[in-house]
């Protein structure tokens, strides 16, 4: 068996010794002795973003806005019904972000989804005018 030497004593010890024996110096690096494995219980890691959320409700509501338009947009679109939830949905979802509201990721895909809703409507109108009636 390989001896492991304590870098605090310099005392010989079996290689699966976590604690040397003469001074309790412990050992780092052994892997299997984590003694804070426990306290993670206690801090679950969605934790904090739950703690937010009653405070930003109100703000959130421009962006969840924006990326409901944005999908409107584009359901409308390949409907051909019409552009405004596009651009209703894109500006929401800028006003949204140059404001700092939260929800960030949820303005931009909404000014992501009004602008494909906004680009699609072009390209079938496109299309539409290029076809020969
Ligand atoms: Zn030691």
């Not at 426990?38 to 973003?49: A, K």
């Not at 409700?57 to 944005?70: D, K, N, P």
């Not at 140059?98 to 909404?110: E, H, I, L, S, Y």
Request: net charge negative.
């Amino acid at each position: 068996m390989e001896l492991m030497k304590c870098p605090q004593c310099g005392s010989q010890f079996p290689e699966n010794t976590r604690k040397c024996p003469v001074c309790d110096y412990i050992l780092d690096g052994s892997g299997y002795y984590e003694p804070e494995s426990d306290i993670s219980q206690y801090e679950p890691p969605y934790g904090s973003v739950y703690e937010e959320r009653p405070e930003q409700t109100g703000g959130t509501g421009l962006a969840i806005a924006s990326m409901v338009l944005g999908i409107v947009a584009i359901v409308l679109t390949c409907l051909f019904i019409g552009i405004l939830p596009g651009i209703v949905g894109l500006v929401l979802g800028i006003v949204s972000i140059a404001k700092d509201k939260p929800g960030k990721g949820m303005a931009v895909a909404g000014i992501v989804t009004s602008a494909i809703g906004i680009v699609l409507f072009f390209l079938m109108f496109a299309v539409i005018l290029a076809i020969p009636t």
